[in-house]
């Protein structure tokens, strides 16, 4: 695909750019997305038994199963292309701030330094009745423990029907606010409140960018829609924004 010359001036022009990921960006390096109809996870699984509060307290042991197998095959992944392009974009333009909904950390371990985790980090965790994250646990019981008051340990992931983390969603909103240009890449763009920051970014005068495989809510709204692969796309717009 040829980038849009428009598209590669408003890159020029920007001063700060903004980009929501979700998990399509990862899919590449081989960590399922949630939503397609033969790879995504939530094919094999069904998410409210595994991803909220309620199914947690049902079944702990199985929730901890599932999240366990999550981190190793994170664990035995790379960042693919596209993440290691959107570190390139950051050195190419004034500031740019990544919004990942995923929470497997290919971002940071690809080399970005400004990523806001909305979705919190599969490898974390979490006290159960407190919240305060926990690093000193004993991991290999089957349902492991706080250490500070010996409530159950979760994973720091934000699960079905609960709140983003004031902190995230207050560095989001300023990135959303402050940028004049936006992307969307990878993701579905059906998650709220993530799915509303491409319409908040147009809507204080930012260009719209959406990059995916398929059609999305966004993409009628979208001033650029690249249809295609996040690993092939984000090289090949670094390299046009380098060559050109
Ligand atoms: P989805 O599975 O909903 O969407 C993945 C998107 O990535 C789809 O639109 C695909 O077309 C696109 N895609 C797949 N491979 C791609 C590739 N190589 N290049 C570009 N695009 C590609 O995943 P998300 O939008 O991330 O939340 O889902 C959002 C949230 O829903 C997740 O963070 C998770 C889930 O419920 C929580 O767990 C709280």
Redesign the pocket.
Known sequence: MTIPDKLLGALRDAQQVCVLT????S??SGVP????AQT?LWEQYD?HEL?TPDAFQRDPALVWRWYRWRRELVASVEPNA?HHALVKLAGLVPALTIIT???DGLHQRAGSDKVIEF?GNLFENRCFVEGCAVTDADMSAEVPVCTGCGAMLRPG????GESIPEAAMHAAESAVHGCDLFFS???????WP?AGFAEAARQQGASVVE????A?PLSSQADFCLQ????T?LPELVNCLTVK
């Open positions: 979700g998990s399509g960006i899919a590449e997305t949630f939503r397609e995504g998410p991803a596209g909904q995923n929470v979705h992931v934000v699960w079905f890449i990878g993701t579905s763009s059906l998650v993530a990059i995916n495989l398929d999305t295609g692969k996040s690993g796309l």
